[in-house]
């Protein structure tokens, strides 16, 4: 005949001594149960180190804020060792849309022109570069003023780890910040989740002409989503330039 189907595996526990003296009996686990409490414990376990590493980066900007000012630089290399500046941008009379940037970029960081400047165009423009220098120029003697600087791709990760908590208050954060530079725009790759956050980033800072915005982006507006294309055409909030230079890194003479 077919062979027996084995028991499932029991771990029997004696009673708590306050059931022993109620006259309870020892109870019975089964494997499966087990294996419940086991991960359940572990999901316990996870998030609480979830929670402990927000409220300890929370913390850590609260801190900064109370010294003065925070710059929350989220590149691949922590805060460059020499921060660009506008004086050390260098300009071409064969593309006078440089001269045009690094001007939109100073009135920017001054409170002047539009709220939201976008500087578009191919890789190695010095679009980064200007974006840098008028965090810098933001903050220049001023402690009180505190500049984000975000890359998209790694701030489409950081929201996504974070969607269990802390979500919120960081989406709320960005669309709120005085001075926001979002750096390569675009280059997260394309969801119906990720086109809802930046739609509403992007919608947020558009109606509040008190939060100033950089966006670099290798992409013309065409190719973004129809309602953030939208609102980065409005030339009476928005001013957008076209960086269509050669790369200026292979010629970047050593130091």
């Known amino acids: 005949g077919a062979p027996a189907r084995a028991a499932p595996a029991r771990w029997a526990c004696p009673p708590h001594p306050a059931l022993a003296e109620a006259g309870g009996a020892p109870f019975v686990l089964e494997r499966y149960h087990v294996s419940r409490l086991l991960r359940s414990v572990v999901q316990g376990l996870t998030e609480e180190a979830e929670s402990d590493r927000a409220d300890r980066a929370r913390a850590k900007r609260e801190a900064n804020l109370r010294d003065g000012i925070e710059v929350e630089w989220a590149l691949p290399h922590g805060i460059p060792s020499e921060c ?3 004086a050390s941008f260098n300009t071409s009379p064969e593309h006078p849309v440089l001269l045009e940037a690094l001007t939109a970029a100073r ?9 939201i400047l ?95 915005t950089i966006i670099t982006t290798n992409f013309l507006s065409s190719d973004m989503p129809a309602r953030i294309a939208s609102r980065l055409r409005d030339s009476q909030r928005v001013l957008s330039l076209l960086m269509d230079v050669p790369d200026y890194r292979p010629n970047r003479r050593r130091a």
């Open 84 to 86: 660009p500046t506008f």
């Open 107 to 115: 009135g920017w960081a001054t409170g002047g022109g539009p709220a």
């Open 118 to 212: 976008v500087l578009c165009g191919p890789p190695g423009g010095g679009k980064t570069h200007l974006a840098l220098a008028a965090a810098a120029k933001v903050v220049e003697g001023r402690r009180e003023r505190r500049v984000v600087f975000r890359e998209e791709g790694p701030l489409r990760d950081e929201l996504g780890d974070r969607m269990k908590g802390g979500f919120n208050d960081l989406l709320h954060e960005l669309c709120g910040a005085p001075w926001l530079i979002l750096d390569d725009f675009g280059v997260a790759a394309p969801s119906s989740w990720w086109n809802a956050v930046l739609d509403r980033l992007m919608a947020s800072r558009w109606k509040d002409p008190a939060c100033r």
